[in-house]
């Protein structure tokens, strides 16, 4: 992946946003082909304040493929960042075994967020081939948060998603966070390390909606738990309006 471009950034305006959401709300979703497999980037913080829930999240993301397989399946990507600019892309896999190999292989190293990287990576993957859905895991956020509304309207009218889920109450992530889900007709959840079974329960929607739209998630959402309710309520808000 390229570096980031070291350029001012103009600060938007509530009425520059607003602006955006209208634009947003007039794209439509992209069409979903029979018989394709859904395509997820799976993203994560690596940096070392992270270490305890990478470990947790190689648990869980088996789950997500074996909830999917039933609505055809999904492929995912495992993107992510650590150390001293340091940011990873996996290739596509379409089995749990062969993203825990990958996951597992990845020791968290001390360094700054790199999220504009992961979503400038995501912008060029939907560009190449439709991506259905971006979830990412972080605690932080140490960036421009207005070249990151910008990356995230980018995906927005890509039709893609972006699925964050928080770890922690860091004010400043929680914002730049629920910026990028609203802009992208995403969602925002946070957990902290003693939810793991909200975190697969949410990963697991993540991985239906991926794998079957948002008719599938709203079905699995009628027997999930409160926050898989939640989750779902959020899916689409910024092309409504909202």
């Known amino acids: 992946m390229a570096d980031d471009d070291h350029l001012p950034v103009q600060r ?3 009425a520059d946003v607003d602006a955006f959401l209208r634009q947003v709300a007039v794209v ?4 979903r082909e029979a018989g394709r497999r859904g395509r997820l980037v799976f ?3 690596a940096t070392a304040s992270r270490e305890p829930t990478w470990d947790r999240a190689c648990q869980l993301q088996g789950e997500m493929f074996e909830t999917a397989a039933a609505l055809g399946g999904i492929d995912v990507q495992l993107v992510f960042y650590r150390g001293f600019r340091e940011c990873k892309a996996s290739p596509w ?3 749990a075994r062969d993203l825990l190999a990958r996951m597992t292989a990845v020791r968290c190293l001390a360094g ?18 439709r991506v259905n859905a971006l979830v990412f895991v972080g605690d932080s956020m ?3 948060i207005d070249h990151l509304a910008n990356l995230a309207g980018e995906l927005g009218l890509l039709g893609v998603p972006a699925f964050i889920f928080h770890e922690g109450g860091d004010p400043a992530a929680r914002r730049a966070f629920q910026t990028i ?7 925002y959840c946070s957990f902290d390390r003693s939810s793991a079974g909200q975190l697969r329960d949410l990963l ?4 239906v909606f991926a794998a079957g739209g948002r008719a599938a998630l709203e079905d699995y959402s009628r027997t999930g738990s409160e926050s898989v309710r939640l989750l779902t309520s959020q899916v689409g808000r910024a092309r409504s309006g909202a």
Request: net charge neutral; proline share 7%; glycine share 8%.
């Open 12 to 14: 938007s305006s509530q």
């Open 28 to 31: 439509p979703p992209p069409r």
């Open 43 to 45: 993203a994560m913080d």
């Open 93 to 95: 896999v379409g089995s």
């Open 112 to 129: 700054q967020t790199q999220i504009g990287r992961v979503l400038k990576h995501c912008l060029k993957e939907a560009t190449a081939n």
């Open 142 to 144: 140490e960036e421009d």
């Open 181 to 187: 889900a609203r802009l992208t007709g995403g969602a």
């Open 204 to 207: 697991n929607a993540v991985a």
